[in-house]
């Protein structure tokens, strides 16, 4: 990774050119990406890089092209923006932009392909990496079934949100059909894995590095909506306190997984723990939140750089041709 540190060159202002942060969007994610928005342009501020704000909505396509922006800075969350379409549309812009392609971007957005993918083979073509069991939900589910199958503790999730949205965690049939009809509210399959209990951990991908891992704990029941952008007891821990050997495990196990994804640039991994540290990935994040409670600019802070040299050394990756 080459981290861009302030203050930058002219000649890297001109190699970046003219930004357009896309934000807001139309997911149940809107809100967050604003914050996370009004976070990145602050920065480009600091940064003295000229840009332009796109509030994405239904006329996106005359908004960007009126906006004459050289690369785009996607910070949108959620069905829209992290699920490949925009990339697309950017792509027949012609228009380079942050983050993962539109490939990559469409799996990782749809927790259960990841998984099935994540249990086939890796980037090297070795064994499958970790995940925790796994099955489909629907109308038809022998609930009870299903929960007994999966060791009677489990989360359920929509395939195709994040930030928490739709989540539970249960152990009853009927409190498990209550989550489904929850959580198939919204649009993609709808996923229950068995409950890993234990240490929770996130680690941040930036320019082909894993960042140092964080922990999390919170008294919720789950690391939750609230948890993770209202509350102002959860706990974040960096240096994560794992062993020197143990972390580095989880940093390559994080990286293997981004790169298996076929993700670029940046984004961040969630992974558990049960009580013998064996490590059990969860999802990809390929545009996590950047707001004041969120993970990405805490590690990046961990190894020395600022908000502004975070959003920076996104922005130098795109320009390199690996965002």
């Known amino acids: 990774m080459q981290a861009v540190k302030l203050p930058i060159s002219e000649a890297l202002k001109k190699q970046i050119g003219r930004v357009g942060v896309l934000y807001g969007g ?31 909505g239904h006329n996106v396509i005359a908004d960007i092209q009126a906006a004459k922006i050289d690369r785009a800075f996607l910070i949108l969350h959620g069905p829209g923006g992290e699920d490949g379409r925009i990339q697309a549309l950017l792509e027949f812009l012609n228009i380079p932009y942050t983050g993962s392609d539109v490939q ?18 890796d980037i090297n073509g070795k064994q499958g990496l970790p995940t925790p069991e ?11 079934q299903v929960l007994a199958s999966l060791g009677g503790d ?6 195709n949100e994040g930030s928490s949205i739709g989540m539970s965690r249960v152990n009853t049939p009927a409190d498990l059909e209550s989550a489904f009809n929850k959580a198939a509210q919204y649009q993609g399959s709808v996923l229950v894995e068995r409950l890993i209990v234990g240490g929770e951990y996130t680690v941040a991908i930036l320019d082909g590095d894993a960042l140092p891992p964080i922990k999390l704990e919170t008294d919720h029941s789950f690391y939750d909506f609230n948890a993770k ?8 821990l960096c240096p994560c306190g794992l062993s020197a050997e143990k972390e580095q495990e989880l940093k390559a196990l994080a990286l293997n997984a981004f790169k298996t994804v076929g993700c670029r640039g940046w984004g ?13 990935l969860l999802e990809v994040n390929t545009a996590p939140g950047m707001t004041s409670h969120s993970l990405v600019p805490m590690a990046a802070k961990a190894i020395g750089l600022s908000f502004a040299e975070l959003v920076l050394t996104i922005l130098r990756a795109s320009v390199k041709g690996k965002a």
């Open 268 to 280: 961040r991994v969630d992974v558990m723990a049960d009580h013998q540290q064996n490590f059990y």
């Open 154 to 159: 489990v989360m359920v999730k929509p395939a």
């Open 229 to 236: 952008y209202i509350a102002e007891d959860t706990r974040y």
């Open 26 to 56: 139309l997911s149940a994610e809107r809100e967050i990406s604003l914050q996370s928005g009004a976070a990145v342009l602050a920065a480009l501020v600091e940064a003295g890089i000229e840009h332009v704000a796109i509030d994405v």
């Open 104 to 121: 990559s971007s469409a799996l990782a957005m749809d927790k259960l392909r990841t998984k099935q993918l994540w249990r086939g083979v």
């Open 134 to 144: 796994f099955a489909v939900l629907n109308e038809n589910s022998n609930f009870a």
